[in-house]
């Protein structure tokens, strides 16, 4: 992992010598970026000696409380780590003049990588595809629902936005519809301008399966900087549409009678040579997919944070619900898509859009290295409605996924036993942040 230097920072300061404001950024493990502001005057300072942030920033809930069972709050004094930033993320922030912003990386008091940090984790599962002289080649596929700042006024519940083009609600699903690309073409430019500006490689959008849903694909690439660009993406697709006022929302399931919104992860695997292993040797794609399927469900507190990530499983609205491949098939859980032999790569389409960048990234690359490492064979493919073939499988309780996770040991040895104890008291946390909630619909239901 690269640290940025003085050398950057000063490049970058020649280029734009109006920045006043820097934005230290770290993803936490729900994808949420934390960190600090400061002014100009402490720009060195931050490139040279760091910065504070605590510890429990990794082990916040949804609400972003510290969660005192991940041990990083009152049980070590809340202490801090110490926060580098990372070489080639110092951009412009486009939506605030004269504002920059740097992904920064925690290091412990001997300067070794945090190893809860889910970046870290995901370096962690690269390297060990290096040591086998491997190179795995990523692309991110966000879905997201842009959204009405006004809540429907009957029900109170979200609604789509009124076209900035027309002043009309679509409520109609018009999936890869160019109207609706033409209608919101507004902000979509601003998206694509805002990712130049930011060197994020956003190849371009389409609309979903849902009113006001809509697909941005980034280019394929190096993993940790997939997951970079990934993060980045999400806070930069928000803020053009709250420039436009309205909302955008990456949660997996805003709309019960519509499609969920996932992230797709594309998966293709280089040797030495720089050859595509799945073009050329069929068995390594074999393996890769029998260990992804193998993964699947010990990989869901991974893909799915909250409680309503798990409400986006259901039959026949494209979110896979069971350990399914095939070919070019969007019903299953991994697909590998048509195109040139040398393209080959596996699709994985399981994961909400409301998941961390990184930790989906990351299970896919431990899914794949575990069937190369042993060899497994998967399943049949699947021809046809996978839903009408094969029972749910993945499961609809957030506390059972926990259980999965643990029991699993495959995903010792790739998430390691510090990440994991987190990432299990944060899961825990929230399930109890949703479950001390009572609904409208309890109300409606049992108040009588």
């Not at 942030?53 to 041990?71: A, I, K, N, Q, W």
């Not at 080959?344 to 896919?364: C, F, K, M, Q, S």
């Not at 479950?435 to 108040?447: K, P």
């Amino acid at each position: 992992m690269k640290l940025a230097s003085l050398v950057e920072l000063d490049a970058y300061l020649k280029q734009y010598p109006d920045t006043d404001s820097l934005e230290l950024l770290v993803p936490d493990q729900n994808g949420y970026l934390r960190g600090k502001r400061v002014n100009r005057s402490s720009f060195k300072k931050v490139f040279t000696e760091g910065i504070c942030l605590p510890r429990s920033v990794f082990g916040m809930d949804s609400t972003g409380t510290t969660v005192e069972e991940t041990g990083l709050g009152f049980d070590t004094g809340d202490g801090d780590g110490i926060c580098f930033p990372l070489a080639g993320t110092l951009v412009p922030v486009p939506w605030y003049e004269g504002r920059a912003q740097v992904l920064m990386t925690m290091v412990n008091d001997d300067e070794s990588q945090f190893r809860a940090n889910p970046r870290q984790v995901l370096v962690e599962i690269i390297e060990q595809f290096s040591q086998q002289q491997l190179t795995p080649v990523v692309a991110v596929e966000l879905e997201f629902y842009l959204i009405d700042k006004k809540r429907n006024k009957k029900t109170g519940l979200p609604q789509p936005p009124v076209s900035p083009k027309t002043g009309e609600r679509n409520l109609t699903t018009q999936v890869y519809s160019m109207s609706d690309l033409d209608e919101f073409k507004v902000f979509i430019d601003l998206v694509m301008d805002y990712a130049r500006v930011q060197n994020l490689p956003a190849e371009g959008v389409i609309a979903e399966y849902a009113p006001g849903q809509f697909e941005v694909n980034l280019k394929h690439g190096d993993p940790l900087k997939s997951a970079d660009d990934a993060i980045m993406l999400k806070r930069l697709v928000c803020q053009a549409a709250a420039e436009l006022d309205m909302a955008a929302t990456f949660m997996a399931k805003p709309y019960i009678d519509q499609s969920g919104s996932g992230t797709h992860i594309h998966c293709s695997v280089l040797d030495a040579s720089g050859d595509n292993i799945f073009a050329r040797n069929p068995d390594s794609l074999q393996h890769a997919i029998a260990g992804l399927l193998d993964s699947l469900i010990p990989a869901q507190i991974l893909m799915y944070p909250t409680l309503n990530s798990y409400k986006r499983l259901g039959t026949e609205t494209f979110a896979p619900h069971a350990r399914t491949w095939g070919w070019d098939n969007r019903t299953v859980a991994v697909r590998v898509p048509n195109g040139p032999k040398e393209a080959t790569r596996v699709e994985h389409r399981v994961g909400g859009a409301d998941a961390n960048p990184y930790l989906t990234v990351a299970l896919v690359l431990a899914g794949i290295h575990l069937g190369m490492e042993s060899k497994q064979q998967p399943i049949a493919a699947i021809e046809g409605n996978a839903y009408d073939q094969v029972p749910q499988e993945l499961s609809d309780s957030a506390r059972m996924a926990i259980h999965h996770f643990e029991q699993y040991e495959p995903f010792k040895k790739y998430f390691g036993a510090e990440f994991r104890k987190i990432m299990i008291a944060v899961r825990e946390a929230d399930i109890a942040l949703f479950n001390n909630y009572v609904s409208e619909l309890e109300y409606q239901l049992l108040l009588n």
